[in-house]
């Protein structure tokens, strides 16, 4: 796969992992950096069991299942065209706003921002993903 010189990489890109598997792309590119990172993930669903209905605990765990591929996942896009990174830093966005509605918890929102931030830092152009993580820490 070949990236267009009109589009910058992302940051994460690595060259030496174009033509690999995409596991061995993602551990190339940076997974193995953010699998200590999912631990976090069980901290919500211990704190809000027993709190919310079965219905949304069940939610909550899809969401919380689909953060972490997500965040992991950040390592094997770094080299999808721009406008495909964007997309990925979106859909960690609106997981987090799923976060926040099945753990009847706004809280859970902010505790997870950290993840966009990493994903805005290895998937867009500095300047950008400046701009990204000032406007999610706000939240």
């Not at 631990?39 to 969401?63: C, K, M, N, Q």
């Amino acid at each position: 796969m070949t990236i267009s010189t009109r589009e910058p990489p992302a940051p994460a890109f690595e060259a030496g992992a174009v033509g690999l598997p995409w596991y061995r792309r993602a551990w190339h590119q940076g997974a193995g950096y953010l699998l200590p990172n999912l631990i976090f993930l069980a901290l919500p669903a211990t704190f809000v069991h027993g709190e919310v209905s079965t219905a949304r605990y069940v939610g909550l765990l899809a969401v919380l299942a689909l953060l972490g591929g997500l965040l992991v996942g950040t390592s094997v896009v770094a080299h999808w065209g721009e406008r495909g990174r964007w997309v990925w830093i979106g859909l960690i966005m609106g997981s987090l706003g799923l976060l926040a509605y099945f753990g009847d918890n706004l809280s859970l929102m902010a505790y997870f921002t950290p993840y966009v931030t990493v994903a805005a830092a290895m998937l867009i152009p500095w300047r950008a993903a400046r701009t990204v993580m000032l406007g999610v820490s706000t939240i």
